[in-house]
C-alpha cells in the first residue's frame, strides 16, 4: 500500500518573499476580490469604474481609489473596502504575515508575541488584528461527520490562588469536540455538561447516519445519543481504561491537549467570552494542516467578511479563563 503524500503547505519563508511590499499585498486583495479583472462598485455593484489618482502629498497612504460613475451612487472604494482589512492603520503587510504566523503556529501565537515579532506599536492593535483574522476562520454550514466519530468533553479553567475548589469548578467553562477518524474536527464552548448540551452539539456536528460513536462513560451521553442508530461504544476512563481494540477517544482528546498546551504556553489566559474564537481558530487550522492553499484561503475570506469593530469586541467583558 503506498503512503499518502500530503500537499505541503505554505511556509512563512515563501509568504514573506511573496509579500514584500504594501503594494503587493494590496494587488493581491485586488486580485481575490475581482478575479474576473473586472473591478465593480461596492454599494451598487456598477462596473463604470475610474480610476483616481490621490493629490502629491496627501495623507492617506494609498495613492489611488475607485471611484463609481453611477451617477446616483459616486461612491469611493478600494480593494479592501467592506472587508476586516477596511480601515486599518495597519500596513496590509503587516496583515499578511501575521496571518502566516497564526497558520503556522501549532499552539496558536499571542497578540503579545505578534506584536513583538512584527513590530506592532500596541498591545490592543496586536490583540485587535488577532482577532479580526479569527473572526475569518468561521465556518458558517459546514458537513456533519460521519464514519466512526470520537465525541468528549472537557474543562478549561477554573484555577483562581486563594479560591476553593467548589469555587473553582463553579469557573470552568465547558468544551464538546467531536472528531471523525481520518476526518474533521469540531470545537464548542457550551454552557454546561447537560444532556441538553450535549444532544445540541452532536445533531448540530454528527450526522445520523454516522456508522459508530465513541466517548468516555459521562453519564450525560447515552440520552444524548438516543436518537442515533449507530452503535455506541465507550472507554471507561474511571477504570484507566483508554483503549479497547479499536475503542478509543484518544484523537479527540490529542486535540483537547493541543489546546491547552497552547492556553497555558502561548495565550496564559483568556476570557469566557472570546473562548468560542480560540476554538475556532484551532478547528480551522487542524483541518487544514495539510491544504497548501490555506493561506490563499485565509486571504479570501478576510475579503469576504464585514470589518469588525473593536467595540464589538470589547462590549460586555467577562471574567479571563485562568489556569
Known amino acids: 500500500m503506498s503512503k499518502r503524500i500530503h500537499p505541503k503547505p505554505v511556509s512563512l519563508a515563501e509568504i514573506f518573499i511573496k509579500f514584500s511590499s504594501d503594494e503587493q499585498c494590496f494587488d493581491y486583495i485586488e486580485k481575490m476580490r475581482w478575479p474576473d479583472g473586472v473591478v465593480r462598485c461596492t454599494v451598487c455593484g456598477n462596473d463604470k469604474i475610474v480610476k483616481v489618482e490621490r493629490k502629491a502629498g496627501s495623507k492617506n497612504r494609498r495613492k489611488w481609489f475607485y471611484l463609481c460613475q453611477e451617477k446616483t451612487c459616486h461612491n469611493q472604494f478600494s480593494p479592501t473596502s467592506g472587508t476586516l482589512f477596511a480601515d486599518s492603520h495597519l500596513p496590509l503587510l503587516t496583515w499578511f504575515h501575521a496571518i502566516g504566523l497564526m497558520l503556522n503556529a501549532k499552539k496558536g501565537i499571542s497578540a503579545k508575541q505578534l506584536q513583538r515579532d512584527l513590530g506592532i506599536g500596541g498591545y490592543k492593535t496586536a490583540w485587535y488584528l488577532n482577532h479580526r483574522i479569527r473572526e475569518a476562520m468561521g465556518n458558517g454550514d459546514i458537513p456533519k461527520l460521519g464514519g466512526i466519530v470520537e465525541i468528549d468533553e472537557t474543562y478549561v479553567g477554573g484555577k483562581i490562588s486563594g479560591k476553593g475548589i467548589s469555587y473553582?469548578?463553579?469557573?470552568?467553562?465547558?468544551?464538546?469536540?467531536?472528531?471523525?477518524?481520518?476526518?474533521?474536527l469540531r470545537l464548542e464552548h457550551v454552557t454546561g455538561a447537560t444532556v441538553g448540551n450535549f444532544r445540541e452539539f452532536i445533531q448540530k456536528h454528527v450526522s445520523e447516519d454516522v456508522e459508530r460513536v465513541m466517548t468516555d462513560q459521562h453519564p450525560a451521553y447515552p440520552a444524548a445519543l438516543a436518537s442515533y442508530p449507530a452503535s455506541h461504544e465507550t472507554v471507561n476512563h474511571i477504570k484507566h481504561e483508554y483503549v479497547r481494540g479499536d475503542v478509543t477517544t484518544n484523537a479527540i482528546e490529542s486535540v483537547f491537549s493541543l489546546f491547552k498546551r497552547g492556553v497555558i504556553g502561548q495565550y496564559h489566559k483568556l476570557s469566557a467570552k472570546h473562548l468560542q474564537r480560540y476554538l475556532t481558530e484551532f478547528e480551522y487550522r487542524f483541518n487544514r494542516r495539510?491544504?497548501?492553499?490555506?493561506?490563499?484561503?485565509?486571504?479570501?475570506?478576510?475579503?469576504?467578511?464585514?470589518?469588525?469593530?473593536?467595540?464589538?469586541?470589547?462590549?460586555?467583558?467577562?471574567?479571563?479563563?485562568?489556569?
Open 290 to 323: 495539510n491544504d497548501a492553499d490555506v493561506f490563499i484561503e485565509t486571504v479570501a475570506r478576510l475579503c469576504g467578511f464585514k470589518p469588525l469593530r473593536f467595540a464589538d469586541l470589547t462590549s460586555d467583558p467577562e471574567p479571563s479563563v485562568p489556569f
Open 168 to 184: 473553582a469548578k463553579k469557573q470552568k467553562q465547558v468544551v464538546m469536540g467531536a472528531i471523525q477518524r481520518g476526518g474533521e
